[in-house]
């Protein structure tokens, strides 16, 4: 009995253990497949950095960052390093400097561990389990819509695709699709013939370029070997998908500053960048991103609203400032009287509402 006591409090020691771990930049994700290129098996290279600003409560938010063809991980790390300053990077390095979608150099199963990567974030205390983000660029940018359709994980709360839109082996005959084996560029669509029912509830942001030299803006044969989706029509299917009703978004878009027009569904739920930036972006694009996903916008030490301190006004700020509703406070200008005047009122409501998801995270 005392064997079986010790060993069941080791288990539980152990398990413990393993879920107090935080993700730090030296930490090693090893996720490794096995498949007719690499037999014997192959790991994916992980890039990871952290934010200089402590983990709010709730842990950081992550997003994964996918490279694109003859890319790596460190290298595309290293350019979101600067736009995404406030979530936890992590950025895998695909099999020969690319991601399995079609005709690639790799036939890896990359949404496999796509899957794994985003279930093993999930386990860190620093890490916030239910803001898993993706980010992707070109080839990556194919690969993060292959996730966004075939990934079924609710973690998995936003995708961001950069001049890479829909291909029509992933929609095609009015349905989301994946492939149920191999995939291969002289098979129907690729091999895409699984028909699949994506998650419903996820952000997604589309930047494309109508100058695009290689992933055509109209749609149509690339020089990738995959035939695309016209970009506002790839929205639009994706904005239907997220539960929109209406018609296809039709003129220019709104202008967000040179050269860059959006084009917003359900409340900038799905939202697509026309752009002529040709196969990249520009800064306007790049500022996007990190708004779209609610980066940090204003130092945290500043931020008089945020009076849970955990990097965020909102709800559970509002409900702060309303149970002191109507107290005086003394001094006047301290706690939860922001205007100064002496008492928890309208003004200070007013302050709160104003900053609403504007401070940190």
């Known amino acids: 009995m005392k064997t079986i006591t010790a060993l069941l ?20 994700i090893d996720i490794t497949r096995t498949w007719s290129q690499e037999p014997g098996g192959w790991t994916y290279p992980m890039a990871i950095r952290l934010p200089d600003v402590e983990a709010p ?38 099999y020969a400097s690319s991601w399995n979608i079609c005709g690639e150099n790799s036939d890896a199963p990359d949404v496999s561990m796509i899957d794994e990567l985003i279930t093993r974030l999930q386990t860190y205390d620093n ?80 930047i494309s370029n109508v100058n695009d030299g290689i992933i ?29 009703e209406g018609e296809q978004f039709e003129g220019p878009g709104d202008p967000l500053g040179s050269d860059v027009f959006a084009h917003p569904y359900l409340d900038d739920q799905v939202v697509m960048l026309r752009g002529f930036a040709g196969h990249g972006m520009n800064s ?26 955990d990097f965020r006004v909102d709800g559970a700020d509002l409900t702060l400032l309303l149970g002191e509703w109507g107290e005086e406070v003394d001094p006047p200008g301290s706690g939860y009287d922001l205007n100064g005047d002496g008492l928890v009122s309208g003004p200070d409501l007013s302050q709160v509402l104003g900053f609403w998801g504007k401070c940190g995270y």
């Open 9 to 28: 409090i080791t288990l539980l020691c152990s398990t413990i253990t393993i879920h107090a771990e935080d993700l730090t930049n030296a930490t090693e």
């Open 57 to 94: 409560s709730q842990g950081y938010p992550v997003c994964i960052l996918l490279h694109g063809n003859g890319g790596n991980g460190q290298g595309t790390l290293n350019q979101f390093s600067q736009i995404l300053t406030c979530h936890a990077l992590v950025a895998p390095s695909g």
């Open 127 to 206: 890490v916030d389990a239910d803001r898993i983000r993706i980010v992707g660029s070109s080839n990556g940018s194919a690969l993060a819509n292959r996730v966004l359709i075939e990934n079924m994980n609710p973690g998995l709360d936003a995708v961001c695709a950069v001049v890479s839109q829909l291909s029509e082996p992933q929609y095609h005959d009015d349905d989301f699709h994946s492939p149920s084996g191999m995939t291969d560029p002289d098979d129907p669509y690729c091999g895409y013939d699984q028909v699949k029912a994506p998650i419903t509830n996820r952000k997604y942001l589309g």
């Open 216 to 244: 055509p803006y109209k749609g149509g044969q690339s020089p990738v070997g995959v035939s695309f989706l016209p970009a506002e029509y790839a929205a639009y299917m994706i904005a239907r998908l997220m539960g929109y």
């Open 284 to 309: 306007v694009q790049r500022d996007y991103i990190s708004s779209f996903l609610m980066d940090c916008v204003a130092i945290p030490e500043t931020c008089l609203e945020d009076f849970n301190e």
